[in-house]
């Protein structure tokens, strides 16, 4: 191992993580760790991590993003099942094994000793193009040809103006880093502006933080709920900074998700968050629903566009504890992140509140989940056809931030088998 | 004749750096499915090889014309002393007019981004 590897070494694991179905907080946990460094693309990991069961519908993707990794570099299966075609894979199951199995695959992979992994998809062009044309170029020409065997974008006319140039037609995802894993957007972009969104494919789903799934069986101290709710906020404002390229205090959020106690107060958590420039990244008004949308997705995508829709209302124990439901007004992206803030500056004062009076649930039918109303019979509403109509006039990374600000399907709660 | 044993060395030595590093001049192509655009594991429709709006186009022109006006202010601040409360006022009429200009593409809508 020359010094330049033995330097490289000895810095965090540039890990590119590909989330299965239930592995969003675990890999959240990562990027807590200081062996660790999340990073955006796979050109830039030397450990691929793939993490839960990812379903065989993203098989050829996961191929593609594997295939991405510049070498020297290797896989690490978490949960998950390796490809058949791979030698000796790495797997492993204990959570608690993650950051240093993946900094010992680092080092094994920067000194040598493993073999290089296998392109596991076809040494061919995806689109074949040399030797075609009648030079030899590849292609057609210009408008309506297929210079190096992709056909060109045609033109449409941009939604702002009406000038006619090119949309570029591209599907982006299922392990896409600013997009929720799972979701596979089709688009048309012109430029960097949205011309059309549409799903191809929704979200994994991501289990329900405990506490939850227990109050829709029997009675919960509301500390704990109110507790496991401002975590999950802490946890999605955290990733909306990261994708804003604020990960420091992204990493700040996380770490008090992690140490939250009742009678805790995070007094700088809002001048640290509106401080940061978060809200500057999207204009007023981008992502904002109609009311029937609002009232569709209920939670706090709803409070956060005036609809005071909360299932904790109709709970005596919160009812004992002075509980009204803070709203906002705008029903944007920026009043919904706001609202996550006033959420859990709530749950914390409800939370000390509770705990001084050992506040409990006393209703079990319906629980206030963090991202709407779980009930033991219904699926919280699937917002991604909402893309389709909310995306279109934003610019790319105003398009990120709004679906970073929306409980989408994969960062929501399809109900799961309750064990009694 | 030293000039020219040294042009010698200097050629030996280019010529010598280069043959050590040729085998790094071209270092082996990635495999195709490692030149893939990333896209998360998506795939795109079309070569990105496509024209679009350069947005802030009219700003940079905007830029452009002011900059060179300014130019005209470092002779003038040459001459400022000597020509006193004349050269003042001329600079005044002239960033007058510059001042009106700039209203008047305010007004147009050219430093609204789009």
Known sequence: MNWLRALAATGPVPVYAAVGPGMTDEVRRLALDPVVELVATPRHASVLLVAGAVPPSADAALRRVHAQLPWPCATLWYRSRPFPE?????????????????????????????????????????????GRGDYGQGGEGMMGGTPYGRPMAMTTDDLRDGLALDKLELSLGPFFRGLPSGLVLGLSLQGDVVQRCSVEAPPYPEPPAPPFLQALERPMPIAALELARARHHLGRLA?????????????????????????????????????SGLLGCVGTGHGRLTRDQAVGAGGPAARAAGQAM????????????????????????????????DEIDQSLRLAARAVDTDAHTAS??????????????????????????????????????VIASLPLAGTMMPFPAVTA | MDLL??????????????????????????????????????????????RFHVRYYPMTLLLIAF????????????????????????????????????????????????
């Open chain 1, 364 to 401: 079990s039918g319906a629980v206030e989940g963090p991202c709407g109303r779980l009930t033991r019979d219904g699926n919280p509403p699937d917002l991604c056809p909402v893309l389709e109509s909310i995306l279109p006039g934003c610019e790319w990374g105003e398009a990120l931030a």
């Open chain 2, 5 to 50: 044993t040294l042009a010698v060395i200097a050629l030996a030595a280019l010529l010598l750096g280069l043959l050590a590093q040729r085998p790094r001049l071209r270092p082996a192509r990635p495999p195709w499915p490692a030149r893939m655009p990333y896209l998360g594991g998506g795939e795109p429709a079309t070569h990105a090889w496509s």
């Open chain 1, 239 to 275: 990733e909306a900074l990261d994708l804003a390229g604020l990960g420091a205090p992204g990493r700040r959020l996380l770490r008090s998700a992690g140490g939250l106690a009742p009678g805790r107060r995070l007094r700088w958590l809002g001048p640290l968050v509106l401080g």
């Open chain 1, 310 to 341: 909360d299932a904790r209302t109709e709970d005596p124990g919160y009812r004992q504890l002075g509980f009204e439901p803070v709203v906002q007004r705008g029903g944007d992206t920026r009043a919904r992140w706001r609202q996550w803030l």
């Open chain 1, 86 to 130: 791979l030698d000796y894979p790495q797997v492993i199951e204990a959570p608690e094994m993650l950051a240093g199995a993946l900094q010992e695959l680092h080092r094994a992979v920067l000194r040598g000793p493993r073999g290089r992994e296998p392109v596991l998809l076809p040494d061919v062009p995806p689109a074949p193009f040399e």
């Open chain 2, 67 to 114: 900059e060179m006006e300014m130019m005209f202010m470092y002779p003038w601040a040459v001459v400022y002393v000597a020509e006193g409360l004349k050269a003042l006022a001329e600079m005044g009429m002239f960033l007058g007019i510059l001042g009106v200009g700039i209203v008047y593409a305010w007004r147009e809508g050219a430093l609204r981004w789009q």
